[in-house]
């Protein structure tokens, strides 16, 4: 069987969720299936990983990163194969619906998570990612989500059947066999991991951690990405945490060593599709406070320990009792490595190839 993927998700991500969710795909697509991608320009890292890619694409150059002619020149070659019709099975990587009218064959969409239906206020008046998004997956001949939560947004906002809709649990990445020291750190410390916007609940997680850092002035707080914001940084500095807190850039190497010396990961998100940390902490040994909201209950299940996101107090609670009882970590550290097991690339491969052969 033919899949037929493209450029969307390579040229707007050099590393991310979504990209490395298709790669995985590509990579690991079991006998019988072939896929491909005629993503010509990409400055994605995960592309160099994926068998046959990297020699057929050119490495985006500087140049053409802010402007549009990248993706004019990557959706004309990728609406001439659509229209020549030779696949079996087309899965766009993203939500521009740019093919709707080139498409000759089923469709396949996989849908992450609903945040810019739920979160829109959050987002500039100018982003259509909900509209394109809505158009494209009306139009699918099948809808994979990645988690059973994510099924039931699609099914209330959307109106779309069960029958039409496939979850398929995601992987994770992490290599925990391979660390990296990262220089510096305190000698016990609270990790924050991704985004901080919106809806990743950073500034409740900070006033918790505040109440925390009181009772507990030896515990830091260490949060990997981009440097603090002026506005984040005014907040930390508010709460009385400033001298306490930092943020790091890491490699994966170094985000593995990250959570293997930290007391707890708190993820404490009002809404995620599926949340990969959960399961990079698993893998890490890491002990895990995480939100009762969302798809984090049916992901994590019963090994990590659950506060309310909305309530700092709760927030506060559930991490004191991680780094004041080893032995519930122990518990927690046990049970997440035997649900990690439920989890893989390959395994999210086999089922999406299953999804591809009822599609047809």
Request: glycine content about 6%; proline content about 5%; hydrophobic content about 35%.
């Amino acid at each position: 069987m033919e899949i037929l993927y493209d450029y969307q998700t390579f040229i707007d991500q050099k590393f991310g969720g979504i990209s490395r969710y298709f790669a995985e795909l590509m990579t690991r697509l079991p006998e019988g299936y072939h896929f491909r991608n005629p993503v010509v320009l990409s400055s994605n890292v995960y592309l160099k990983s994926v068998p046959g890619m990297w020699a057929s694409t050119m490495w985006l150059p500087r140049f053409m990163k802010k402007g549009k002619k990248a993706y004019r020149i990557n959706e004309s070659i990728s609406r001439r194969v659509l229209e020549r019709g030779k696949y079996d099975i087309f899965h766009p990587t993203y939500y521009n619906p740019y093919f709707l009218k080139s498409v000759k064959r089923p469709y396949v969409i996989t849908v992450h998570d609903m945040i810019h239906e739920k979160f829109a206020e959050i987002f500039p008046e100018r982003d259509h990612t909900a509209e394109m998004k809505k158009l494209t997956v009306m139009n699918a001949s099948r809808i994979i989500a990645i988690s059973n939560n994510t099924k039931k947004d699609l099914m209330e906002l959307y109106g779309i059947p069960d029958d039409r809709i496939d979850v398929v649990y995601q992987g994770y990445g992490l290599d925990t066999s391979r660390e990296e020291s990262v220089e510096g750190l305190p000698s016990r410390y609270i990790l924050y991991v991704g985004g901080r916007f919106g809806y990743k609940n950073f500034d409740r997680f900070c006033e918790a951690f505040s109440l925390l850092h009181r009772e507990y002035p030896d515990i830091e707080l260490v949060c990997t990405g981009v440097p603090f914001d002026p506005m984040e940084q005014a907040m930390i500095d508010r709460l009385g945490i400033g001298g306490c807190t930092r943020s790091v850039f890491v490699s994966e190497p170094q985000l593995t060593y990250l959570y293997k010396h930290a007391a707890c990961f708190v993820y404490p998100s009002l809404y995620e599709g599926f949340g990969i940390p959960i399961l990079e902490a698993y893998a890490s040994g890491c002990p895990l406070a995480l939100s009762d909201a969302s798809c984090f209950p049916e992901v994590a299940r019963d090994g990590g320990a659950y506060f309310d996101p909305y309530n700092v107090e709760s927030m506060a609670d559930t991490m004191r009792r991680l780094i004041s009882d080893t032995h519930l970590c122990e518990t927690l550290v046990a049970r997440g490595r035997e649900i990690l097991a439920s989890y893989s690339w390959d395994k999210m491969a086999r089922e999406t190839a299953a999804v591809y052969s009822r599609t047809v």
